[in-house]
Nanobody
Framework: QVQPVESGGGLVQPGGSLRLSCAASGSIFSISNLGWYRQAPGKEREFVASITSGGTTTYVDSVKGRFTISRDNAKKTLYLQMTRLKPEDTAVYYC?????????WGQGTQVTVSS
């Protein structure tokens, strides 16, 4: 059973940094694609970044140059390094593990960017 668990969220001032982590169990982690999504209050969940099993990364335009997605297959952990944070980055951040028709979501971690 794959159950992703996010951590690392919190309150940070504009311009600050945070690193999110997503730890998962199960044997499919290293062969799965992984992604980060976020949902702001009153808005739909949106794609933030993804990394394939081969290491190819993709980002939404609004975070390019500020966020970095990475993975450690030995630790079965996905990361999102966030820098130069803006108030509009405030949201609940979710990780997703997916392979073909299978997908697993975490419960989310709150990120609040405010002075």
């Amino acid at each position: 059973q794959v159950q992703p668990v996010e951590s690392g969220g919190g309150l940070v001032q504009p311009g600050g940094s945070l690193r999110l982590s997503c730890a998962a169990s199960g044997s499919i982690f290293s062969i799965s694609n992984l992604g980060w999504y976020r949902q702001a209050p009153g808005k739909e969940r949106e794609f933030v970044a993804s990394i394939t099993s081969g290491g190819t990364t993709t980002y939404v335009d609004s975070v390019k140059g500020r966020f970095t997605i990475s993975r450690d297959n030995a630790k079965k952990t996905l990361y999102l390094q966030m820098t130069r944070l803006k108030p509009e980055d405030t949201a609940v951040y979710y990780c997703k593990i997916y392979r073909y028709a299978l997908e697993y979501w975490g419960q989310g971690t709150q990120v609040t960017v405010s002075s």
